[in-house]
């Protein structure tokens, strides 16, 4: 089993629509999540950190379950530009040596 | 720019030579770090390290992998007789003992005929 699972998609949504995104964890002992966006052929890019209080910055909220180990990622009123892959990412430590990665979802809008 | 860098861009090689990637952090970042990602798949951690020492290292990392990070600066990635398995991007990332978040380079692909 992966240490982290998304849904790869792909998820091709309207614009203007919301759109959510699932991603499970399998090491209970995992410190920090984050969620990291990658255009094609570029690097990754942090998109949000994930706390269990959860946190929004504008359109995007995104939310920890730790009893669940779940992480979400909510996009509202979606926009040609968030066209991209979500990568779900988790750290073993507060350090953040090292970021453990999903798959990520491929997310396209369509105008 | 006062990103990351990282040199080559792109490597083609032909199976069973020898490769160099080369990566430049963040001047104020002491940690620096090698993940590798292949198409369709998220990037997966490689080693890392803190000024100059080499602190972790996954097991991804054959003994045809080894890397450097001499001065506590930049940083080296070699990858002897390689292999068309060995062909993906490779990317650097820098961070700040005190911040945390890694900053990720460009990435070099290399393809191994």
């Known amino acids: 089993r992966k240490e982290v699972e998304q849904d790869p998609g792909p998820f091709n949504v309207p614009e203007g629509a919301t759109v959510a995104f699932n991603c499970t964890y399998s090491?209970?002992?995992?410190?920090?999540f984050f969620w990291y966006r990658q255009d094609c052929r570029k690097e990754p890019k942090l998109l949000m950190s994930v706390y269990s209080s959860g946190n929004e910055d504008g359109r995007f909220t995104a939310q920890l379950n730790r009893a669940s180990q779940y992480i979400s990622l909510l996009i509202r009123d979606s926009k040609l530009s968030d066209s991209a892959t979500y990568l779900c990412v988790v750290t073993s430590n507060f350090g953040n040596e090292k970021l453990t990665f999903g798959t990520g979802t491929r997310l396209t809008i369509i105008p | 720019d006062t990103g990351v860098s990282q040199n080559p861009r792109h490597k083609i090689t032909k199976r069973g030579q020898n490769v160099t990637f080369r990566c430049d952090p963040i001047s104020e970042h002491n940690r620096l770090y090698w993940y590798r990602q292949t198409l369709g798949q998220g990037p997966e951690f490689l080693t890392y390290f803190q000024n100059e020492a080499q602190l972790e290292k996954s097991r991804l990392l054959s003994d045809r992998f080894s890397a450097e990070r001499p001065k506590g600066s930049f940083s080296t990635l070699e990858i002897q007789r390689t292999e068309q398995g060995d062909s993906a991007m490779y990317l650097c990332a820098s961070s700040s003992a005190t911040v945390g978040e890694q900053f990720f380079g460009p990435g070099t692909r290399l393809t191994v005929l």
């Open positions: 090491n209970s002992a995992s410190q920090s």
